[in-house]
């Protein structure tokens, strides 16, 4: 994701989800409870950043569709992209 100064020149990525994935990371170790946090993983990631990555993708192209590929119907791990 491309974080960009918002008026004035100051950051305003504290919202955003890879930034408060780490405050929450932090957080559950400062606690001790890492395992029962209910943190996320690159694995329950990989869909989520597939579709924005993909959206991007889109973006750079003008608008042009992109077909998040798998490797079966019945798998949910992305293994690529292509665009249409």
Known sequence: MKYTPYE?????GQL??????VECFV?????????GAGLA?????LQ???VLEAGRR???S???????LYAS???QTPVGMELE
Request: hydrophobic fraction near 45%; glycine fraction near 18%.
């Open 73 to 75: 119907a019945d798998s």
């Open 8 to 12: 004035g020149g100051r950051f305003a």
């Open 58 to 60: 889109s973006l750079d």
């Open 27 to 35: 957080r559950a170790a400062a606690a001790g409870d890492v395992l």
């Open 16 to 21: 955003a989800y890879g930034f408060r994935s």
């Open 41 to 45: 993983t690159a694995a329950h990631t």
């Open 62 to 68: 003008g608008g042009r569709a992109v077909r998040i």
């Open 48 to 50: 989520g950043t597939a």
